[in-house]
């Protein structure tokens, strides 16, 4: 069975600091998915990105960086000089390859807080 | 594009009332469908999900059902509502037999059981 882990379920760090987000999981899979999404106060969750198992190249996008290690299970969310906007709940998610069924497998989530 | 709808926005219902959650998605076809709970404080659980018409897996059992009466419909219900089944509903979908994509979240349901 899949399993997702949030450890951190409340951050909050000064407006301008860098705050790095961790997301451990488990799948028994080789082939999976793994995606980072953003729920804001208004309650939508909305995507950041999706990952998939045999691309462990660290992606960066704008102030969002995310690293995958297989090694360690684990695709970490950094945010660098943070913003007051960026204040919400990030979930972190799983989805293993069976065709025609991507279930999403959900972290319990951080509730990141940016102090101005 | 493709959008998802989902209503009402919020829902406040008494005890052993019925529940009906409606939601709907266009510009796409043949999606796969999805309805998360998330309670207070706690991360999305999945509920049901649906790879086509009639075609309902369910995650845990409990009070709820689910149904999809038409491709790009997907409603969610219950007979009696229970205390607990107050949280914030949210319905998604994805493209079938896609292994490289994501899901896509409606605006989501508050609900509160009183």
């Known amino acids: 069975a899949q399993k997702v882990t949030q450890a951190q379920t409340e951050i909050s760090v000064v407006e301008k600091e860098d705050v790095t987000l961790d997301c451990v999981y488990e799948?028994?899979?080789?082939?999976?998915?793994l995606f980072w999404y953003k729920q804001p106060p208004s309650g939508e969750l909305v995507f950041l990105i999706r990952?998939?198992?045999?691309?462990?190249q660290n992606e960066i996008s704008g102030r969002y960086s995310w690293n995958f290690q297989k090694s360690t299970s684990s695709f970490n969310f950094t945010i660098t000089a943070s913003q007051v906007v960026d204040s919400a709940v990030y979930f972190c998610a799983l989805s293993e390859a069976n065709f025609g069924n991507e279930k999403l497998t959900f972290g319990t989530g951080t509730r990141l807080t940016i102090i101005p | 594009s493709q959008t998802i709808h989902q209503w009402p926005a919020t829902l406040v219902q008494p005890v052993g009332s019925p529940l009906s959650l409606e939601c709907t998605v266009e510009?796409?076809?043949?999606?796969?469908l999805y309805w998360y709970r998330q309670a207070a404080g706690r991360g999305l659980q999945l509920l049901f999900y649906?790879?086509?018409?009639?075609?309902i897996s369910s995650e845990v059992p409990q009070n709820l059902s689910a149904s999809r009466p038409q491709d790009r419909q997907f409603i969610l219900s219950s007979k009696k509502l229970l205390l607990s089944d107050s949280g914030f509903y949210l319905c998604?979908?994805?493209?079938?037999?896609?292994?490289?994509?994501?899901?896509?979240f409606g605006q989501g349901t508050r609900l509160t059981v009183v």
């Open positions: 799948t028994r899979d080789t082939t999976y998915y």
């Open positions: 990952r998939n198992s045999f691309d462990e």
């Open positions: 510009g796409t076809s043949n999606p796969n």
């Open positions: 649906s790879v086509g018409i009639g075609q």
């Open positions: 998604a979908w994805s493209a079938r037999d896609r292994w490289d994509t994501e899901a896509f």
